[in-house]
């Protein structure tokens, strides 16, 4: 089993993570739930581990008629994590579902088990598994096969949406004609125009 956290101290200090740090408590609780309070506590770690691995992350992403908790993307490689404290079930028939949308490179499960989980079956859908009981990665995720045109279409929806993060909302728009007019890529725009580090 390999574990997420080499260092000791970013691990500890990532447990401690409050909901102070991105909004207020009661902006979480109204955006994400009660179960999704118990969840976000555990996206900063995740997240740390992605960022490890060269992934610029994006959290709580509405796509059509899906939100995924955690993506990541490195270039033209994608990574979605999927997170629950409860509803276990619940939590592999979203995976199989983001398998399905074949915009994922790599889908993993991330769930506090209390014994040792038995999920080798999983590896037949390509599905990765983090215990986040004992933050270790019980079963590793296999590239999948996606639809290019579909992932393009998701990345730059992502990166679009990252730029707004950083713009006026007049800046945003005139940015889009300029990406028409001079032919640059959702990329070299980011590059150029936003606080953006794309890896």
């Not at 101290?9 to 409050?18: A, N, T």
């Not at 006026?168 to 606080?195: N, P, Q, S, V």
């Amino acid at each position: 089993m390999k574990s997420i956290f080499r260092d000791k101290g970013i691990k500890e200090d990532l447990e401690r993570v409050s909901c102070t740090q991105h909004h207020s408590c009661e902006d979480l609780i109204l955006k994400i739930g009660i179960y999704g309070m118990k969840e976000y506590k555990h996206y900063k770690r995740l997240e740390k581990w992605l960022a490890s691995k060269g992934f610029s992350i994006f959290e709580k992403i509405r796509y059509g008629k899906h939100e995924f908790d955690i993506v990541g993307i490195n270039d033209i490689k994608t990574i979605n994590v999927e997170v629950k404290e409860v509803f276990f079930k619940r939590l592999i028939d979203q995976a199989k579902k983001r398998v399905d949308l074949k915009i994922f490179d790599y889908v993993y499960i991330a769930y506090p088990f209390r014994k040792k989980p038995k999920v080798d079956w999983l590896a037949e859908y390509g599905i990765g598994v983090i215990d986040l009981s004992n933050n270790e990665i019980v079963l590793s995720a296999k590239r999948l096969k996606t639809d290019i045109k579909e992932k393009e279409k998701f990345i730059n929806y992502l990166l679009r949406k990252e730029i707004r993060l950083h713009l006026e909302h007049d800046d945003y728009y005139y940015l889009m004609r300029r990406l028409k007019k001079e032919g640059l890529t959702i990329k070299e725009l980011i590059i150029k125009y936003a606080h953006y580090e794309y890896p």
